[in-house]
C-alpha cells in the first residue's frame, strides 16, 4: 500500500518561490509516476506536472511552464514540486499523486493521493 | 486543451437513492475518463477508470458509463459515506483536465 506523506503549510508573500515535498512510503519512488495537481479555495482540480514513464521525462502543464519545477531524490523516496512568482491566485491546496502503471502507455489515471499542503500567498 | 462540464454542480438526496452525475467533454476523449470521490478531511480516491472499470477496493454501487465525450457516474444506492463531491477527468496524457465537481449533499 503506497502512501504520500506531504511537507506542512506554508505562507508566501507574492514574488516568493515555494517549495512542497511528497514522501513514499510502501514503494520506491523510482517504480512510480509522480504528478503534482492543485484546488484552488472552493474550485476544482488542475494538473500541473507529472513524471511520464514512457519516455522518462518530466512533462508540465502549459499554463505552469516556466513558473514549476518537478524534482526527484530517490535516494529519500521525495519528490519535490517548486513554484516561483508567486502570485494570490496560486493561493491552493496542493497534492502528488501517483500515476496508475498499467495504463501509463497512454493516460494519467491518479490511483494514490497525498493529505495535500495549503500553501497561501498573502502580502 | 479538453474542456470537461460536470452536471450538476449539485444535488440533494437521501439514503437509499439512486444519484446520476453527468459529464461532457468537448473533444473526443477515446475513453481516457475518470472519476473521483472527494470527502471532507480525507485523500482523493479514484472510483472508475477507462469510462466504466471499477477501481480496486470500490464498492459495485458505483458504476461508470459512455463513450466519447458523454459519460455518467451512478451510484446504485447512496449510502452515508458517499455524501461528497465527484470530479471527472479526462486523463489523455497530453494535456488532462478535470471538471468542475458535483456536489451530493443530503436531503
Known amino acids: 500500500q503506497v502512501q504520500l506523506v506531504q511537507s506542512g503549510a506554508e505562507v508566501k508573500k507574492p514574488g516568493a518561490s515555494v517549495k512542497v515535498s511528497c514522501k513514499v512510503s510502501?514503494?520506491?519512488?523510482?517504480?512510480?509516476?509522480m504528478h503534482w495537481v492543485r484546488q484552488a479555495p472552493g474550485k476544482g482540480l488542475e494538473w500541473m506536472a507529472g513524471f511520464d514513464p514512457e519516455n522518462g521525462e518530466i512533462v508540465y502543464a502549459q499554463k505552469f511552464h516556466g513558473r514549476v519545477t518537478m524534482t526527484e531524490d530517490t535516494s529519500t523516496d521525495t519528490s519535490f514540486m517548486e513554484l516561483s512568482s508567486l502570485r494570490s491566485e496560486d493561493t491552493a491546496v496542493y497534492y502528488c499523486?501517483?500515476?496508475?502503471?498499467?495504463?501509463?502507455?497512454?493516460?494519467?489515471?491518479?490511483?494514490?493521493w497525498g493529505q495535500g499542503t495549503l500553501v497561501t500567498v498573502s502580502s | 486543451d479538453i474542456h470537461m462540464t460536470q452536471s450538476p454542480s449539485s444535488v440533494s438526496a437521501s439514503v437509499g437513492d439512486r444519484v446520476t452525475i453527468t459529464c461532457r467533454a468537448s473533444?473526443?476523449?477515446?475513453?481516457?475518463l475518470a472519476w473521483y470521490q472527494q470527502r471532507p478531511g480525507k485523500a482523493l480516491k479514484l472510483l472508475i477508470y477507462?469510462?466504466?472499470s471499477l477501481q480496486d477496493g470500490v464498492p459495485s454501487r458505483f458504476s461508470g458509463s459512455g463513450s466519447g465525450t458523454d459519460f455518467t457516474l451512478t451510484i446504485s444506492s447512496l449510502q452515508p459515506e458517499d455524501f461528497a463531491t465527484y470530479y471527472c477527468?479526462?486523463?489523455?496524457?497530453?494535456?488532462?483536465?478535470f471538471g468542475g465537481g458535483t456536489k451530493v449533499e443530503m436531503k
Open positions: 473533444q473526443n476523449t477515446a475513453g481516457w
Open positions: 477527468q479526462q486523463a489523455n496524457k497530453f494535456g488532462n483536465t
Open positions: 477507462a469510462g466504466s
Open positions: 499523486a501517483t500515476v496508475m502503471a498499467s495504463l501509463a502507455w497512454g493516460g494519467f489515471y491518479f490511483d494514490d
Open positions: 510502501g514503494d520506491t519512488l523510482s517504480e512510480l509516476s
